[in-house]
């Protein structure tokens, strides 16, 4: 083989080897382990603090037990009290850390309410520039007994 | 405003559309590529000598092109830095894991063949030149100078093998992005094994227009008259390549059509309503049908070299437009179209965006200009302005 074909070639093949050591130093060793995904990564997030208490944990205790009967048979019911009101972890451990206010903007509503052609039509939703005058929605409707008769 | 461009029924995580214009651009760019490339291999593998005197730069407008090729997809990335990831860590289930090996086998077949084929110019330039110029071409040249006869006619040989090794892995590259598309079982308009084929075609056909249309801007500005054989010849190919398209862009219309499944409603509401114009008018018209006259008119005229040139021209400005508008018609209205073959919905290009018309020009300017310092550094011109034997 000619000299100068011999240097290309030594010069991929060390690219190739290049290409192999990055690799071996970027790839975490426990990828593959159990999928095809870093196998630590299941120990770092069972590690991860826990936010969220879950509703039933609100309606316990008799701390909150009014609101939650009157959520639990409605129409609400499937929306998490944490949705609105944050996560409740260190609350519930401790009840003087407060919780962030529920955020009761017409935006935070519309979330779910608000018009979209993508959404079934029995599904409740309105126009925002046609109900409610600006106003705020829960100015007339409970979000913890949202239906009117 | 939603509401204006959605019809029927879609569902609720098809309300954005994903793959933007520049998810367009990508099989654009890599089939200019391979295009280009066969073009090449016209002269460096089947041995037509009247295409020699582009087939050098024709190599060289594979390689501006392929340098960019991936850019789109990058750009596409919410984190581009994490694209390597595909090729540390390749999912085999996935045909696109192959996009980085595939582009990187390819980029070194064409790298090396540009190499042999300008090495006993890039010798002479570096035992010519001083200075920066000097150590740049000697670099180039790997520090091996020996341009002898057996070690031009030893890389003559070794270049010939590697554009037979070329052909296909251009065809892959390419074929391989088609394959994607037609891989995609739930899409009535991509889910056909002629995909790959189509995608192929239509790269050669663009590949060679393209080169048609670089090989005049380069003449006319280098002012230097046209070798009209050449000329000529590459419009044939690209006459030849053109039917072998239409048919087979055709022939998947035809036997959707004919078939008549449970998807062709919403088929034919995608064809006459959201791509009718792009479709009928741009890819099949424009992009097809005038070109393959005029340039049946080409190969009828006898003499009139200036008529034909224009002609060449148009038809090739018009197959290069009509080849974005098939990649347009594939890509976006594969995605018009909801997955529940009851609803369409709209794609609405923004200028100003990560995904907008804006970094899409940028992206396809960009290998115009990497061709301009590639030609300064290894100039193909030697070739265009020999007198035609």
Known sequence: MQPHLKRA???LALIIIAFIFVRSLVVPESFGQYGWYRGDSVKELRNLTVNYAGSISCGEENCHENIYTVWVKDRH???NCETCHSPAQKHVLNAREPLTPADDSRDYCGKCHFKRISRPETFPQIDPEAHGEDLRCVYCHNPHKPWFD | MLENLIWGYVYPNESEIQWSILIVLYPYITGLVAGAFIASSLY??????????VARFALLTALSFLLVAM?????????????????FTPHLTSAMSGFGYIFSFYLTIVVLEIWLSFREDIVNKALSSHGWKELLYSSLALFSFDISEKALHDDEKFARKLAIIGIPSAAFLHGYVGFIFGGIKANPWWSTPLM???FLMSAIVSGIALLILLYIAAMKIRKHVIDHKCLQSLAHYLWIFLILDVTLELLEIVSMKYASREDIDIINRLLSD???????????TLGIFIPFVLLLMVSLIKNRETLKLYMISISSIFVVIGVFAMRWNVVIGGQEISKSLSGTLTYVPVFYSQEGILPALIIFILPFIILLVVTSILPP??????EPS
């Open chain 1, 9 to 11: 070639f030594t010069i």
């Open chain 1, 77 to 79: 019911k499937t929306v």
């Open chain 2, 44 to 53: 460096h593998v089947f041995g037509k000598k009247e295409i020699k005197p």
């Open chain 2, 71 to 87: 850019l789109p997809l990058l750009v596409h990335l919410g984190r581009p830095e994490r694209g390597i990831e595909i090729m």
């Open chain 2, 196 to 198: 790959p084929i189509i």
């Open chain 2, 274 to 284: 959201k791509i009718g114009f792009t479709f009928y008018g741009v890819q099949l």
């Open chain 2, 381 to 386: 011109w030697k070739d265009m302005e020999e």
